[in-house]
């Protein structure tokens, strides 16, 4: 750390997401007297435009197949850009701990390689980390009993926009409002240790789109970056979105990369958005880091 200083935790989104789903864990570490602050990845959240249909009240499919898409042409660089961005400006302030969930762990890693300099740390709560350029083209070698899949089919979009992206998948998330066994299904998937009005809640803070392009080269582990920052994995042992077996192998890739600077390890046992329904449990184990 570059000084006595607590630090300001600042938060990165998974897929779908945006920085309100930050708000409870936000909440809790404001209470301890910690500062934060939550990202909006370019095309996420209340700056982002559209689509339009998906915030209409009733079912609008015709209209979500058809409008054109924020994340369409938002590339992994542009996510560093707008994180460096951030982190510069909180820098000045003092230490900074880098945390992310899901898929927004490939923006972590992307930050990291381009500015090792801003991070004191960076946190991995169930999030995506790769550390071997085959994990972006071949099969990983782990059992994955995710439902998070099956779950997302059921919501799943066609996207015909003129300018459609093939890189963009959108999800109807609220259609699992009128949809029983969608709902129990992302439920089982996402938050199963929440109670049902409590995951409405977050479903309704949810995006429509997510750019899958972000899946690339400039998301692997760069060692020269890595070995500089600490790096805290926090594995979720209820998560069966990103499941028990895919983050520890995520982990036993990164440590054979930097045998010399393993991840710091711990283990919570909350859903794959453990930290909108349980916050407390993540508030503690991220001031304990610091």
């Not at 997302?152 to 066609?158: C, E, G, M, S």
């Not at 998301?219 to 998560?239: K, Q």
Request: with cysteine; glycine share 6%; charged share 20%.
């Amino acid at each position: 750390m570059r000084s006595d200083q607590r630090p300001t935790f600042v938060f990165v989104h998974g897929g779908s997401s945006n920085a309100r789903a930050w708000t409870p864990l936000r909440n809790e570490l404001a209470l301890r007297g910690h500062r934060s602050y939550a990202v909006d990845l370019p095309g996420h959240g209340d700056t982002a435009t559209g689509p339009a249909a998906y915030h209409r009240p009733g079912a609008d499919r015709a209209g979500l197949t058809r409008e054109p898409s924020p994340m369409s042409g938002v590339t992994l660089a542009d996510n560093v850009r707008h994180v460096v961005g951030v982190l510069r400006r909180l820098a000045a302030h003092g230490p900074v701990v880098l945390a992310g969930n899901s898929l927004g762990g490939l923006t972590l890693t992307a930050v990291v390689n381009a500015a090792p300099e801003l991070v004191d740390r960076v946190v991995y709560l169930s999030a995506l980390c790769l550390a071997d350029p085959a994990m972006l083209t071949e099969p990983w070698d782990v059992v994955d009993d995710n439902l998070l899949d099956a779950a997302a089919a059921r919501i799943a979009v066609p996207h015909e926009a003129p300018d459609g992206d093939p890189g963009v998948v959108r999800l109807d998330w609220r259609r699992a409002h009128a949809d029983p066994e969608t709902f129990a299904a992302l439920k089982a998937a996402i938050m199963a240790d929440a109670p049902d009005p409590l995951f409405r809640h977050f479903l309704d803070t949810l995006d429509a789109d997510e750019n899958h392009a972000v899946l690339e080269a400039g998301a692997l582990i760069r060692p020269e970056a890595w070995r500089g920052v600490p790096h805290t994995y926090v594995r979720l042992s209820a998560d069966r979105g990103l499941t028990p077996a895919v983050q520890d192998h995520m982990i036993r890739k990164a440590d054979a990369l930097t045998p010399d600077h393993p991840f710091d390890v711990h283990t919570l046992p909350t859903s794959h958005v453990g930290y909108w329904n349980r916050p407390e449990l993540f508030a503690d184990l991220l001031t304990r880091l610091t």
